[in-house]
């Protein structure tokens, strides 16, 4: 039986992880040796998460065409009434999101408006942390969902139960126990050995050989290894397998979304999807870069939920956009808006109630120039981890929250 030392395993890590092309998930995972085993899921159902980042301006994403308010705090920025996608007498979206506009005509749309938390942070780090960890009073350093997976998950082989899409883990996924994949590009799943020396391509040879018996720290590099080179060639076979007469737009966001598609319609174990769009704060020359941004929501988020329509898989999964905050109701001098509280978000899925939720924003009745606030984003988030995940939301969230009837029975 081939046995690689510890001695030897290490010098070998070295030299590929000196190689800027080794995946991200197996340069993290090696310093986490004393991981448990990975979780398994109680239900087929996926979360997508999607993080607006930057501070989404609201009002200018739902527009309250019907409210004089909002025509005369932004005489420059303001959507006039006859470019409005018209919802309701009084609310429509943006005219870049006509895709949106469709999927809420087919009732698979929830829009929560009047969305906050208690005494607002304008600060996007620490308002961008609340809304990560669910914590207002005080500093976590694990996040809402990297907390469900370590509550409500229990061990199996699965090899990607979270995949993130970025450069970074967000701090929603971080956990007591690391269990995610982050993906910057997929073929960085995979280790390249072009232009790599002989002795680096033994090295990863080596180290991707399975040691029988072992259940130590080698072991576990080895393996997790081992499940990285596995991961990636499944994700390989799903690209290839793929058919859809969907046709993604060429923004990064609608291509990670469509390999999330490609994912599910491949039935990965993967559970928690996370994909992050930025841009979003427009303190000057607002009204094309936003337009621009919700357009690119719209397209790739549109085009993703037709996708899996098609594919037979839009019943079990679920999507969730949020921003750290919304912005001010008045436009600044700069022909933008400045950060602001309470926002709105949305929920999309084939078993979501669609319509609206929350209240309608009264732009006669502000706090300190924002938006109040009416639903706690943590009721969302509750009724999330309880209604659809399956979990118990009280452990995870530090409090009991109410929950709303954002799904079908």
């Given at each position: 039986?081939?046995?690689?030392?510890?001695?030897?395993?290490?010098?070998?890590?070295?030299?590929?992880?000196?190689?800027?092309?080794?995946?991200?998930?197996?340069?993290?995972?090696?310093?986490?040796?004393?991981?448990?085993?990975?979780?398994?899921?109680?239900?087929?159902?996926?979360?997508?998460?999607?993080?607006?980042?930057?501070?989404?301006?609201?009002?200018?994403?739902?527009?309250?065409?019907?409210?004089?308010?909002?025509?005369?705090?932004?005489?420059?920025?303001?959507?006039?009434?006859?470019?409005?996608?018209?919802?309701?007498?009084?609310?429509?979206?943006?005219?870049?999101?006509?895709?949106?506009?469709?999927?809420?005509?087919?009732?698979?749309?929830?829009?929560?408006?009047?969305?906050?938390?208690?005494?607002?942070?304008?600060?996007?780090?620490?308002?961008?942390?609340?809304?990560?960890?669910?914590?207002?009073?005080?500093?976590?350093?694990?996040?809402?969902?990297?907390?469900?997976?370590?509550?409500?998950?229990?061990?199996?082989?699965?090899?990607?139960?979270?995949?993130?899409?970025?450069?970074?883990?967000?701090?929603?996924?971080?956990?007591?126990?690391?269990?995610?994949?982050?993906?910057?590009?997929?073929?960085?799943?995979?280790?390249?050995?072009?232009?790599?020396?002989?002795?680096?391509?033994?090295?990863?040879?080596?180290?991707?050989?399975?040691?029988?018996?072992?259940?130590?720290?080698?072991?576990?590099?080895?393996?997790?290894?081992?499940?990285?080179?596995?991961?990636?060639?499944?994700?390989?076979?799903?690209?290839?397998?793929?058919?859809?007469?969907?046709?993604?737009?060429?923004?990064?966001?609608?291509?990670?979304?469509?390999?999330?598609?490609?994912?599910?319609?491949?039935?990965?174990?993967?559970?928690?999807?996370?994909?992050?769009?930025?841009?979003?704060?427009?303190?000057?020359?607002?009204?094309?870069?936003?337009?621009?941004?919700?357009?690119?929501?719209?397209?790739?988020?549109?085009?993703?939920?037709?996708?899996?329509?098609?594919?037979?898989?839009?019943?079990?999964?679920?999507?969730?956009?949020?921003?750290?905050?919304?912005?001010?109701?008045?436009?600044?001098?700069?022909?933008?808006?400045?950060?602001?509280?309470?926002?709105?978000?949305?929920?999309?899925?084939?078993?979501?109630?669609g319509g609206f939720y929350g209240t309608t924003p009264d732009l006669n009745d502000l706090q300190s120039g924002d938006l109040k606030h009416h639903v706690d984003f943590r009721?969302?988030?509750?009724?999330?981890?309880?209604?659809?995940?399956?979990?118990?939301?009280?452990?995870?969230?530090?409090?009991?929250?109410?929950?709303?009837?954002?799904?079908?029975?």
């Amino acid at each position: 039986m081939n046995f690689l030392h510890r001695r030897d395993f290490l010098r070998s890590l070295a030299l590929v992880t000196g190689s800027s092309t080794v995946p991200l998930f197996l340069r993290q995972t090696a310093h986490a040796a004393d991981v448990a085993p990975l979780p398994g899921f109680a239900n087929e159902r996926v979360l997508v998460m999607i993080q607006l980042s930057g501070g989404n301006d609201g009002l200018n994403t739902l527009v309250p065409h019907g409210d004089e308010h909002y025509y005369r705090a932004r005489p420059n920025l303001a959507v006039s009434r006859g470019e409005v996608l018209k919802l309701t007498d009084t609310a429509g979206f943006h005219p870049q999101m006509g895709k949106l506009h469709h999927v809420f005509e087919h009732d698979i749309l929830a829009v929560v408006q009047g969305v906050g938390y208690p005494n607002p942070n304008r600060s996007h780090f620490r308002s961008m942390e609340i809304w990560q960890t669910s914590e207002a009073d005080r500093v976590l350093t694990t996040g809402w969902l990297g907390r469900y997976v370590d509550c409500e998950c229990r061990g199996s082989d699965n090899p990607a139960p979270v995949v993130n899409f970025g450069d970074k883990q967000p701090l929603t996924l971080t956990a007591e126990r690391p269990r995610v994949v982050t993906l910057e590009n997929p073929a960085l799943l995979k280790w390249q050995p072009t232009g790599a020396t002989g002795a680096e391509q033994r090295a990863f040879a080596r180290i991707n050989q399975p040691l029988v018996g072992r259940s130590d720290t080698l072991g576990f590099l080895a393996r997790t290894a081992s499940g990285a080179q596995s991961f990636y060639g499944r994700l390989q076979e799903a690209v290839r397998h793929y058919q859809s007469a969907v046709v993604y737009p060429e923004f990064r966001f609608s291509q990670n979304l469509k390999l999330v598609a490609q994912m599910i319609a491949a039935e990965f174990p993967t559970r928690i999807y996370y994909v992050e769009l930025p841009g979003f704060d427009t303190h000057a020359t607002q009204a094309n870069r936003h337009a621009a941004l919700l357009q690119e929501l719209s397209e790739g988020l549109g085009s993703f939920l037709h996708d899996l329509h098609k594919q037979g898989h839009l019943g079990r999964t679920l999507v969730m956009t949020f921003s750290e905050f919304g912005r001010r109701v008045a436009e600044n001098r700069s022909g933008g808006t400045d950060h602001g509280a309470g926002s709105m978000l949305f929920l999309a899925g084939g078993g979501v109630r669609g319509g609206f939720y929350g209240t309608t924003p009264d732009l006669n009745d502000l706090q300190s120039g924002d938006l109040k606030h009416h639903v706690d984003f943590r009721s969302v988030y509750a009724t999330v981890l309880e209604q659809w995940l399956g979990a118990r939301a009280e452990p995870i969230l530090g409090a009991r929250y109410p929950t709303m009837p954002l799904f079908k029975a």
